[in-house]
T-cell receptor, first 114, second 109 residues
Framework: EAGVVQSPRYKIIEKKQPVAFWCNPI?????LYWYRQNLGQGPELLIR????????DSQLPKDRFSAERLKGVDSTLKIQPAELGDSAVYLC????????????FGNGTRLTVT | RKEVEQDPGPFNVPEGATVAFNCTYS??????FFWYRQDCRKEPKLLMS???SGNEDGRFTAQLNRASQYISLLIRDSKLSDSATYLC??????????FGTGTSLTVIP
Protein backbone atom coordinates (compact mmCIF):
# COMPACT_ATOMS: atom_id res chain seq x y z
CA GLU A 1 0.00 0.00 0.00
CA ALA A 2 1.13 3.57 -0.60
CA GLY A 3 2.41 5.29 2.50
CA VAL A 4 1.79 8.77 3.83
CA VAL A 5 2.91 11.31 1.25
CA GLN A 6 4.17 14.75 2.20
CA SER A 7 5.48 17.67 0.22
CA PRO A 8 7.71 19.52 -0.03
CA ARG A 9 10.64 17.66 1.57
CA TYR A 10 12.55 20.84 2.28
CA LYS A 11 11.59 24.48 2.50
CA ILE A 12 13.73 27.51 3.22
CA ILE A 13 11.98 30.82 3.73
CA GLU A 14 12.67 34.19 5.27
CA LYS A 15 10.93 35.14 8.48
CA LYS A 16 7.54 36.76 8.11
CA GLN A 17 6.89 34.83 4.89
CA PRO A 18 4.03 32.32 4.60
CA VAL A 19 4.58 28.61 4.05
CA ALA A 20 2.32 25.62 3.46
CA PHE A 21 2.80 21.89 3.79
CA TRP A 22 0.70 19.20 2.19
CA CYS A 23 -0.07 15.66 3.30
CA ASN A 24 -1.95 12.71 1.82
CA PRO A 25 -2.56 9.94 4.35
CA ILE A 26 -2.73 6.21 3.76
CA UNK A 27 -5.90 5.33 1.90
CA UNK A 28 -8.71 4.52 4.31
CA UNK A 29 -7.06 6.13 7.33
CA UNK A 30 -9.59 8.51 8.80
CA UNK A 31 -7.30 9.92 11.47
CA LEU A 32 -4.62 12.37 10.37
CA TYR A 33 -2.02 14.07 12.53
CA TRP A 34 0.40 16.94 12.15
CA TYR A 35 3.43 16.80 14.43
CA ARG A 36 6.39 19.11 14.83
CA GLN A 37 9.77 17.71 15.77
CA ASN A 38 12.70 19.78 16.96
CA LEU A 39 16.24 18.46 17.03
CA GLY A 40 16.78 16.05 19.89
CA GLN A 41 13.10 15.93 20.80
CA GLY A 42 10.23 13.60 20.13
CA PRO A 43 7.39 14.62 17.83
CA GLU A 44 4.86 16.98 19.42
CA LEU A 45 1.27 17.01 18.27
CA LEU A 46 -0.01 20.14 16.57
CA ILE A 47 -3.41 18.94 15.40
CA ARG A 48 -5.40 15.74 14.96
CA UNK A 49 -8.24 15.21 12.51
CA UNK A 50 -10.97 12.62 12.55
CA UNK A 51 -12.16 12.75 8.95
CA UNK A 52 -12.59 16.47 8.28
CA UNK A 53 -13.05 17.48 11.90
CA UNK A 54 -10.17 18.86 13.95
CA UNK A 55 -10.69 17.05 17.26
CA UNK A 56 -7.50 18.11 19.03
CA ASP A 57 -5.83 21.41 18.14
CA SER A 58 -4.96 22.51 21.66
CA GLN A 59 -1.23 22.68 20.85
CA LEU A 60 -1.62 24.53 17.56
CA PRO A 61 -0.41 28.17 17.80
CA LYS A 62 -3.54 29.57 16.28
CA ASP A 63 -2.26 33.10 15.89
CA ARG A 64 -0.03 31.99 13.03
CA PHE A 65 -0.80 28.35 12.27
CA SER A 66 -3.82 27.00 10.46
CA ALA A 67 -4.76 23.65 9.03
CA GLU A 68 -7.51 22.18 6.95
CA ARG A 69 -8.72 18.82 5.77
CA LEU A 70 -11.71 19.84 3.74
CA LYS A 71 -12.78 16.51 2.24
CA GLY A 72 -11.46 14.32 4.99
CA VAL A 73 -8.55 13.02 2.91
CA ASP A 74 -5.51 15.20 2.27
CA SER A 75 -4.56 18.06 4.52
CA THR A 76 -2.66 21.33 4.45
CA LEU A 77 -0.81 23.00 7.30
CA LYS A 78 0.01 26.69 6.94
CA ILE A 79 2.18 29.11 8.86
CA GLN A 80 1.72 32.83 8.34
CA PRO A 81 3.88 34.65 9.15
CA ALA A 82 6.76 32.30 9.87
CA GLU A 83 9.15 33.02 12.74
CA LEU A 84 12.71 31.85 13.32
CA GLY A 85 11.51 29.48 16.04
CA ASP A 86 9.30 27.64 13.57
CA SER A 87 12.33 25.95 12.05
CA ALA A 88 11.71 22.24 12.60
CA VAL A 89 10.59 19.09 10.86
CA TYR A 90 6.85 18.93 10.26
CA LEU A 91 5.60 15.37 10.19
CA CYS A 92 2.26 14.15 8.97
CA UNK A 93 0.96 10.80 10.15
CA UNK A 94 -2.16 8.71 9.84
CA UNK A 95 -3.64 5.76 11.64
CA UNK A 96 -6.50 3.36 11.23
CA UNK A 97 -8.06 4.81 14.36
CA UNK A 98 -8.73 1.56 16.18
CA UNK A 99 -7.10 0.35 19.37
CA UNK A 100 -3.54 -0.85 18.80
CA UNK A 101 -3.39 0.74 15.36
CA UNK A 102 0.04 2.37 15.10
CA UNK A 103 0.94 5.67 13.51
CA UNK A 104 2.42 5.75 10.04
CA PHE A 105 4.53 8.79 9.20
CA GLY A 106 5.33 10.59 6.01
CA ASN A 107 8.89 11.65 5.17
CA GLY A 108 8.35 15.04 6.78
CA THR A 109 9.05 18.60 5.65
CA ARG A 110 12.21 20.18 6.98
CA LEU A 111 11.51 23.88 7.38
CA THR A 112 14.28 26.43 7.80
CA VAL A 113 13.30 30.00 8.58
CA THR A 114 16.10 32.53 8.08
CA ARG B 1 4.35 16.28 34.27
CA LYS B 2 5.07 14.92 30.82
CA GLU B 3 2.93 12.10 29.49
CA VAL B 4 6.01 10.06 28.60
CA GLU B 5 9.51 10.25 30.07
CA GLN B 6 12.51 8.69 28.45
CA ASP B 7 16.25 8.78 29.18
CA PRO B 8 17.76 10.54 26.15
CA GLY B 9 21.11 8.75 26.55
CA PRO B 10 23.26 8.60 24.55
CA PHE B 11 23.96 4.91 24.87
CA ASN B 12 27.23 3.85 23.28
CA VAL B 13 27.64 0.09 23.25
CA PRO B 14 29.99 -2.34 21.48
CA GLU B 15 28.76 -4.72 18.83
CA GLY B 16 27.24 -7.83 20.33
CA ALA B 17 26.25 -6.14 23.57
CA THR B 18 22.81 -6.22 25.11
CA VAL B 19 21.20 -2.87 25.81
CA ALA B 20 17.90 -1.93 27.43
CA PHE B 21 15.83 1.23 27.37
CA ASN B 22 13.04 2.15 29.72
CA CYS B 23 10.23 4.60 29.35
CA THR B 24 7.70 5.70 31.99
CA TYR B 25 4.22 7.05 31.38
CA SER B 26 1.93 9.11 33.58
CA UNK B 27 -1.57 8.05 32.53
CA UNK B 28 -2.46 4.75 34.19
CA UNK B 29 -5.36 4.32 31.77
CA UNK B 30 -3.06 4.20 28.74
CA UNK B 31 -4.12 1.49 26.37
CA UNK B 32 -1.53 0.91 23.70
CA PHE B 33 2.23 1.11 23.63
CA PHE B 34 4.79 1.13 20.85
CA TRP B 35 8.48 1.48 20.16
CA TYR B 36 9.51 3.46 17.12
CA ARG B 37 12.92 3.74 15.54
CA GLN B 38 14.14 6.97 13.96
CA ASP B 39 17.26 7.19 11.85
CA CYS B 40 19.08 10.49 11.42
CA ARG B 41 17.07 12.90 9.26
CA LYS B 42 14.36 10.30 8.66
CA GLU B 43 10.82 9.87 9.90
CA PRO B 44 9.97 7.59 12.84
CA LYS B 45 9.11 4.03 11.84
CA LEU B 46 7.28 1.45 13.87
CA LEU B 47 9.68 -1.04 15.43
CA MET B 48 7.18 -3.03 17.45
CA SER B 49 4.01 -2.86 19.45
CA UNK B 50 4.19 -3.69 23.15
CA UNK B 51 1.72 -6.24 24.45
CA UNK B 52 0.71 -6.84 28.05
CA SER B 53 2.36 -10.24 28.17
CA GLY B 54 5.56 -9.01 26.57
CA ASN B 55 6.63 -9.81 23.05
CA GLU B 56 9.71 -10.64 21.11
CA ASP B 57 10.76 -10.00 17.53
CA GLY B 58 14.11 -11.53 16.75
CA ARG B 59 16.73 -9.74 18.84
CA PHE B 60 14.19 -7.26 20.20
CA THR B 61 12.07 -7.82 23.29
CA ALA B 62 9.43 -5.39 24.53
CA GLN B 63 7.81 -5.52 27.94
CA LEU B 64 5.06 -3.64 29.72
CA ASN B 65 4.77 -3.15 33.46
CA ARG B 66 1.39 -1.60 34.16
CA ALA B 67 1.85 -1.55 37.94
CA SER B 68 4.96 0.62 37.67
CA GLN B 69 3.81 2.31 34.47
CA TYR B 70 6.81 1.68 32.31
CA ILE B 71 7.71 -0.07 29.10
CA SER B 72 11.07 -1.42 28.12
CA LEU B 73 12.95 -2.43 25.01
CA LEU B 74 15.79 -4.93 25.11
CA ILE B 75 18.14 -5.35 22.17
CA ARG B 76 20.35 -8.42 22.21
CA ASP B 77 23.48 -8.97 20.11
CA SER B 78 23.60 -5.33 18.99
CA LYS B 79 24.46 -4.65 15.37
CA LEU B 80 25.98 -1.53 13.84
CA SER B 81 22.70 -1.09 11.98
CA ASP B 82 20.84 -0.76 15.29
CA SER B 83 22.34 2.71 15.74
CA ALA B 84 19.37 5.07 15.80
CA THR B 85 17.06 6.92 18.14
CA TYR B 86 14.39 4.81 19.82
CA LEU B 87 11.12 6.53 20.68
CA CYS B 88 8.55 5.12 23.05
CA UNK B 89 4.93 5.95 22.32
CA UNK B 90 1.94 5.72 24.61
CA UNK B 91 -1.72 6.07 23.69
CA UNK B 92 -4.20 7.04 26.42
CA UNK B 93 -6.94 6.42 23.88
CA UNK B 94 -6.97 4.80 20.48
CA UNK B 95 -6.24 8.04 18.64
CA UNK B 96 -3.91 9.96 20.96
CA UNK B 97 -0.21 9.24 20.60
CA UNK B 98 2.36 10.71 22.99
CA PHE B 99 6.05 10.42 22.28
CA GLY B 100 9.05 10.33 24.54
CA THR B 101 12.06 12.45 23.68
CA GLY B 102 13.85 9.41 22.27
CA THR B 103 16.93 7.49 23.37
CA SER B 104 20.00 7.70 21.18
CA LEU B 105 21.89 4.46 20.59
CA THR B 106 25.26 4.13 18.91
CA VAL B 107 26.69 0.67 18.38
CA ILE B 108 30.46 0.80 18.15
CA PRO B 109 32.53 -1.65 16.06
Amino acid sequence: EAGVVQSPRYKIIEKKQPVAFWCNPISGHNTLYWYRQNLGQGPELLIRYENEEAVDDSQLPKDRFSAERLKGVDSTLKIQPAELGDSAVYLCASSGGTDNSPLHFGNGTRLTVT
Amino acid sequence: RKEVEQDPGPFNVPEGATVAFNCTYSNSASQSFFWYRQDCRKEPKLLMSVYSSGNEDGRFTAQLNRASQYISLLIRDSKLSDSATYLCVVTPTGNQFYFGTGTSLTVIP
